[in-house]
């Protein structure tokens, strides 16, 4: 079979941006000369969440995790020499969402492109933020609006950008099984829908349009039979609800898109050499099935649990899918899993399933009103849990992890300090420096006016969509858009779940727990007090909450009275609380890499306060030399990924109570 009879690959991308525009806009143009055909941008959590990078929350956080995109002349520098009338390009955005893409559309524009004919999309998906990763920054209502009137314009003035990807992503890295994953996206993608059809902005012949611009953003994990069957599921689905709640007629409209990250969360820091086979079989998941095939495929790398990927491990993930489109014969077959009655018989149960769950959330007045109520939060708490007991039991295997941990010295990871790339500390400076800048030498009575029109529009009906494309022209900056609309719609705080979670750990005499129990229990009496009290803290703009939720549930489990607030703290918060609360001890958890400037912060702000004596522990992904540092600062101890028991740690918490109290060592096996 000749090579123009083959179906044409999907979109190969790498999630990527860090540092500066120009940092990401050199590795962006480096990685479409190796091959890869779209680009998907990562932001830095100020531009997802809306600061500044000179706001207080920003501190530690720029650059790290992203590109920090401030204003329009950042957007520029972001995408020089990069054509992007002819560009695909991916931007995982949701609560800045409407205002990366007015920056997106201005650039495009000042190019020559005709915004007609932009390809590419924005996340959009402001639930999942609210679930499990927490860049949100509005209450639901008002995000619901931007997403309606976002996907309203879109349709009307960039009719081939997808305005939302429905990111059922991050539900399964909260803990989600596929039941969830697809009940739960599915539920948002109809509350976007009726939202949209409701708002009265495209006429009812138009809808279809609407539909067909609908993209979902999945993961897929290592069971690769049972991700293959999901994605199944989910098309099945999408075709039955667009056909019967939207009168879809047209089947192209109605056609199941969707891109993939493989599953980030499966990656170990323990034998990281083993993740290459993990992400492999992942993407199996995804390409396999024709009848199922994502559209688009980024990969994570090897090391993403250690740290941020260098661009040669970025390679090897972009050369995995390539060996695949071009040296296999996958693209030359029709669906090879037609007829299988065990993936059939499979995928019937995953669509019974889910749509119970959906029936389920739309009783309770659909996603918005689950949300709120706390229920989605809660279930996905708990399911983590569930899994995180079953591999710390030994019921879920992880080869490296909790089975064949023995292992030869790795040389990908010799000198794990130079196994990950680091962003320069003093680059925070630098972007800081040149946003004053920009901000001195804009039109200022421009800037201002813009800013009134848009908090006018939101304040009232009118569609914010033209009055943010207005402000990206006026040099308004990020944190300006963003708190010209927290003035108007406010802010929110979504719940943890954390209290409503059940015990997924059983206690009964002689277990693991029930011996932490007894230390808990005992060190409380030792020290005169009811309960020990523990602090669970996340400071800076780290929505990743997963980690510190399961510390949460199980510390409560074995006995702590645990103080948790969510996230996006400052140092001066966490120390407040810790005061206020007189808890035993103070645990920080931080995966975007600001814990070398948090943490110590966190540390200098207890002595000034005189409370030197508690105990502050660190989680998170933090290279050897980085803990180093922390310790030598003064941490108690410091957990990474490779720390996966959670009821080991709770017992080293204790330990590390009785030290700082001077308490005698309790020989408990714990």
Same mark, same amino acid.
């Given at each position: 079979?000749?090579?123009?009879?083959?179906?044409?690959?999907?979109?190969?991308?790498?999630?990527?941006?860090?540092?500066?525009?120009?940092?990401?806009?050199?590795?962006?143009?480096?990685?479409?000369?190796?091959?890869?055909?779209?680009?998907?941008?990562?932001?830095?959590?100020?531009?997802?969440?809306?600061?500044?990078?000179?706001?207080?929350?920003?501190?530690?956080?720029?650059?790290?995790?992203?590109?920090?995109?401030?204003?329009?002349?950042?957007?520029?520098?972001?995408?020089?020499?990069?054509?992007?009338?002819?560009?695909?390009?991916?931007?995982?955005?949701?609560?800045?969402?409407?205002?990366?893409?007015?920056?997106?559309?201005?650039?495009?524009?000042?190019?020559?492109?005709?915004?007609?004919?932009?390809?590419?999309?924005?996340?959009?998906?402001?639930?999942?933020?609210?679930?499990?990763?927490?860049?949100?920054?509005?209450?639901?209502?008002?995000?619901?609006?931007?997403?309606?009137?976002?996907?309203?314009?879109?349709?009307?003035?960039?009719?081939?950008?997808?305005?939302?990807?429905?990111?059922?992503?991050?539900?399964?890295?909260?803990?989600?099984?596929?039941?969830?994953?697809?009940?739960?996206?599915?539920?948002?993608?109809?509350?976007?829908?009726?939202?949209?059809?409701?708002?009265?902005?495209?006429?009812?012949?138009?809808?279809?349009?609407?539909?067909?611009?609908?993209?979902?953003?999945?993961?897929?994990?290592?069971?690769?039979?049972?991700?293959?069957?999901?994605?199944?599921?989910?098309?099945?689905?999408?075709?039955?609800?667009?056909?019967?709640?939207?009168?879809?007629?047209?089947?192209?409209?109605?056609?199941?898109?969707?891109?993939?990250?493989?599953?980030?969360?499966?990656?170990?820091?323990?034998?990281?050499?083993?993740?290459?086979?993990?992400?492999?079989?992942?993407?199996?998941?995804?390409?396999?099935?024709?009848?199922?095939?994502?559209?688009?495929?980024?990969?994570?790398?090897?090391?993403?649990?250690?740290?941020?990927?260098?661009?040669?491990?970025?390679?090897?993930?972009?050369?995995?899918?390539?060996?695949?489109?071009?040296?296999?014969?996958?693209?030359?077959?029709?669906?090879?899993?037609?007829?299988?009655?065990?993936?059939?018989?499979?995928?019937?149960?995953?669509?019974?399933?889910?749509?119970?769950?959906?029936?389920?959330?739309?009783?309770?007045?659909?996603?918005?009103?689950?949300?709120?109520?706390?229920?989605?939060?809660?279930?996905?708490?708990?399911?983590?849990?569930?899994?995180?007991?079953?591999?710390?039991?030994?019921?879920?295997?992880?080869?490296?992890?909790?089975?064949?941990?023995?292992?030869?010295?790795?040389?990908?990871? @010799?000198? !794990?300090?130079? %196994?990950?790339?680091?962003? /320069?500390?003093?680059? $925070? &400076?630098? =972007?800081?420096? #040149?946003?004053?800048?920009?901000?001195?030498?804009?039109?200022?009575?421009?800037?201002?006016?813009?800013? @009134?029109? !848009?908090?006018? %529009?939101?304040?009232?009906? /009118?569609?914010?969509? $033209? &009055?943010? =494309?207005?402000? #990206?022209?006026?040099?308004?900056?990020?944190?300006?858009?963003?708190?010209?609309?927290?003035?108007?719609?406010?802010?929110?705080?979504?719940?943890?779940?954390?209290?409503?979670?059940?015990?997924?750990?059983?206690?009964?005499?002689?277990?693991?727990?029930?011996?932490?129990?007894?230390?808990?229990?005992?060190?409380?009496?030792?020290?005169?007090?009811?309960?020990?009290?523990?602090?669970?803290?996340?400071?800076?703009?780290?929505?990743?909450?997963?980690?510190?939720?399961?510390?949460?549930?199980?510390?409560?489990?074995?006995?702590?009275?645990?103080?948790?607030?969510?996230?996006?703290?400052?140092?001066?918060?966490?120390?407040?609380?810790?005061?206020?609360?007189?808890?035993?001890?103070?645990?920080?958890?931080?995966?975007?890499?600001?814990?070398?400037?948090?943490?110590?912060?966190?540390?200098?702000?207890?002595?000034?306060?005189?409370?030197?004596?508690?105990?502050?522990?660190?989680?998170?992904?933090?290279?050897?030399?980085?803990?180093?540092?922390?310790?030598?600062?003064?941490?108690?101890?410091?957990?990474?990924?490779?720390?996966?028991?959670?009821?080991?740690?709770?017992?080293?918490?204790?330990?590390?109570?009785?030290?700082?109290?001077?308490?005698?060592?309790?020989?408990?096996?714990?």
């Amino acid at each position: 079979m000749t090579e123009r009879q083959k179906d044409r690959p999907w979109l190969m991308r790498t999630y990527a941006g860090h540092s500066t525009a120009e940092a990401s806009n050199e590795l962006y143009r480096r990685n479409l000369a190796k091959g890869q055909t779209g680009l998907s941008v990562a932001f830095d959590l100020p531009t997802q969440t809306g600061y500044d990078p000179d706001h207080i929350l920003a501190r530690g956080e720029v650059g790290r995790v992203g590109v920090p995109v401030s204003h329009l002349g950042d957007m520029r520098r972001l995408f020089q020499d990069i054509p992007l009338e002819q560009m695909n390009t991916s931007m995982t955005i949701n609560a800045t969402a409407m205002w990366l893409l007015a920056l997106y559309q201005v650039v495009a524009e000042e190019q020559g492109a005709d915004p007609a004919k932009l390809q590419g999309t924005t996340q959009n998906d402001i639930v999942k933020e609210y679930l499990s990763r927490g860049t949100h920054v509005f209450p639901p209502g008002p995000s619901l609006r931007l997403t309606t009137d976002m996907i309203t314009y879109t349709v009307n003035r960039i009719p081939k950008w997808n305005p939302i990807n429905i990111c059922s992503y991050h539900l399964q890295e909260a803990g989600a099984t596929p039941v969830q994953e697809i009940a739960y996206a599915m539920s948002t993608a109809l509350a976007v829908l009726d939202a949209v059809r409701d708002s009265g902005q495209v006429p009812e012949e138009r809808f279809g349009d609407v539909v067909a611009r609908i993209s979902f953003f999945v993961n897929a994990g290592v069971r690769f039979i049972e991700e293959m069957c999901k994605m199944r599921a989910f098309g099945r689905i999408w075709d039955r609800v667009t056909r019967e709640r939207y009168g879809i007629a047209d089947a192209k409209q109605r056609r199941f898109r969707y891109g993939v990250q493989v599953n980030s969360l499966g990656l170990t820091e323990a034998q990281p050499e083993n993740n290459v086979q993990r992400i492999v079989l992942e993407m199996l998941a995804v390409t396999l099935s024709k009848d199922a095939r994502a559209r688009a495929v980024q990969l994570p790398a090897w090391n993403e649990a250690l740290g941020l990927p260098r661009p040669w491990d970025q390679q090897w993930s972009l050369r995995i899918q390539q060996v695949l489109a071009h040296e296999s014969d996958l693209l030359e077959y029709e669906d090879i899993f037609a007829g299988s009655h065990v993936i059939e018989a499979k995928v019937d149960e995953l669509v019974t399933e889910s749509l119970a769950e959906i029936d389920r959330i739309e009783r309770m007045g659909g996603a918005m009103a689950a949300v709120e109520s706390g229920y989605l939060k809660s279930e996905l708490v708990s399911s983590h849990a569930a899994r995180r007991a079953r591999i710390e039991g030994g019921e879920e295997r992880i080869v490296g992890v909790n089975i064949y941990e023995t292992t030869e010295p790795n040389p990908l990871t @010799a000198d !794990l300090d130079g %196994a990950i790339m680091t962003v /320069d500390p003093a680059n $925070e &400076a630098r =972007v800081v420096a #040149a946003l004053h800048d920009w901000r001195d030498n804009r039109d200022e009575a421009r800037a201002t006016e813009a800013l @009134a029109a !848009l908090k006018k %529009a939101a304040a009232g009906s /009118d569609n914010m969509m $033209e &009055a943010t =494309v207005e402000c #990206a022209r006026a040099g308004v900056t990020t944190g300006e858009w963003s708190w010209a609309l927290r003035d108007v719609f406010g802010e929110f705080r979504a719940p943890t779940g954390v209290s409503s979670a059940p015990v997924a750990v059983t206690a009964e005499a002689g277990t693991p727990l029930a011996l932490v129990r007894d230390k808990v229990a005992r060190t409380a009496a030792d020290l005169g007090t009811g309960r020990l009290r523990l602090l669970v803290g996340k400071p800076g703009l780290d929505g990743h909450s997963n980690g510190a939720e399961q510390i949460a549930v199980r510390a409560r489990d074995a006995g702590f009275e645990v103080v948790y607030q969510g996230i996006r703290l400052t140092p001066e918060q966490i120390v407040s609380a810790a005061l206020a609360e007189d808890v035993h001890c103070v645990g920080l958890s931080i995966l975007s890499g600001s814990h070398a400037e948090l943490v110590p912060d966190v540390l200098t702000r207890l002595r000034e306060a005189g409370a030197a004596d508690i105990p502050v522990i660190a989680g998170g992904i933090i290279p050897p030399a980085d803990a180093s540092a922390l310790i030598g600062a003064g941490v108690a101890a410091v957990f990474t990924p490779k720390d996966f028991g959670i009821t080991e740690i709770i017992g080293r918490i204790v330990d590390e109570i009785r030290k700082a109290n001077k308490l005698d060592p309790l020989e408990v096996p714990a």
